[in-house]
Each structure stands twice: as C-alpha cells, then as structure tokens.
C-alpha cells in the first residue's frame, strides 16, 4: 500500500495501483508454478484498474491521463495479442491479457512509462532466460512463463517515474 501510495499520491487511481499490485503478486506466483495467468484474477484486477481511473478522472479533472491509460492499455494488449497471433509458441494470450492489466496503470502515467514498462520486461525476461540457458537449466525450447519479467518491467518503471 505504501509503495502504491509513493507512486500515485493520495486519489482515487491507488486503489488501482493496489488492486493491480494484488493482482500482480498472485499471478506472477501462479505463471511460475504452472505457466499460466488466470483470466478470474487479470479480468476483476481490469475492471478495478478501469473503475479507479474513472473516479480519478472525475475528482481531479485529469481526463487526458484516462483517456492515455485506456488508450496504452489497449494497445499494449492489442500489440501482445497481435504478437500471439503471429508467433503462438512465443508470447501467451495471458500475456496479452496481463499487458491489458499493466497498460493503464502504466500508460495513465505516460507513454514513455508504458514504453520503459514493456521495455524493461523484455529485458528481464531476456535476461532470465540467458541466464537459465547459461546454467544449462533449460534449453533453448523450454518454455520460461513471461508475466514475472512483465511484472517486474512495469514496478521498476512506475518507481522510476516517482509520484505524479
């Protein structure tokens, strides 16, 4: 809660960042054990993160930022799922999905946040997976479950753009 409230201040869109924070924990807990990401917890977390956006935009009168964040959402989750379409075996429909669920929250700060999250996330994720490869505890099929390097992307760039 603390951390949410040192990334957004005190207004309605914490609630988001804590619901997208809960969230965050247990999905990034369940894509390591069985490489999947629940639509039953992603779908509320979504609807939360939109609801909070919302009565954000309602109380301070930012409409520009809500309309970025469904905007960022929307392509973040379009873009992954595009990708899916293209490669299966490479980028999850879950992914798409969690990207659905980062993208506001991220995008509602501003497109080079949205942009640094996904970025970072790659790079986690690449690295990782250079890393498990290089200790030979998987090869280079071996399926890795992306949404924790996802998860950790989009933290270190909220932290990063510090308090609005």
């Known amino acids: 809660m603390a951390g949410s409230v040192a990334v957004t201040g005190v207004r309605p869109m914490t609630v988001g960042v804590v619901a997208a924070a809960a969230a965050a924990v247990l999905l990034g807990g369940v894509d390591l054990l069985v490489h999947r990401l629940p639509d039953r917890v992603t779908g509320p977390a979504v609807l939360?993160?939109?609801g909070?956006?919302?009565?954000?935009?309602?109380v301070t009168g930012?409409?520009?930022a809500v309309l970025r964040a469904v905007l960022a959402g929307a392509v973040a989750a379009g873009g992954a799922a595009a990708l899916w379409l293209a490669v299966p075996r490479g980028?999850?429909?879950?992914?798409a999905k969690l990207l659905g669920l980062l993208g506001p929250v991220l995008g509602w700060r501003g497109w080079d946040v949205l942009l640094a999250g996904v970025f970072l996330g790659l790079l986690v994720g690449a690295l990782l997976s250079l890393g498990l490869l290089a200790t030979r505890?998987?090869?280079w099929r071996t399926a890795v479950p992306f949404g924790p390097p996802l998860l950790i992307g989009a933290a270190l760039a909220l932290a990063a753009a510090g308090p609005p």
């Open 91 to 95: 980028l999850g429909l879950g992914d």
């Open 52 to 58: 909070a956006l919302l009565l954000d935009g309602a």
């Open 48 to 50: 939360v993160v939109l």
């Open 137 to 139: 505890r998987a090869g």
């Open 62 to 64: 930012q409409w520009p």
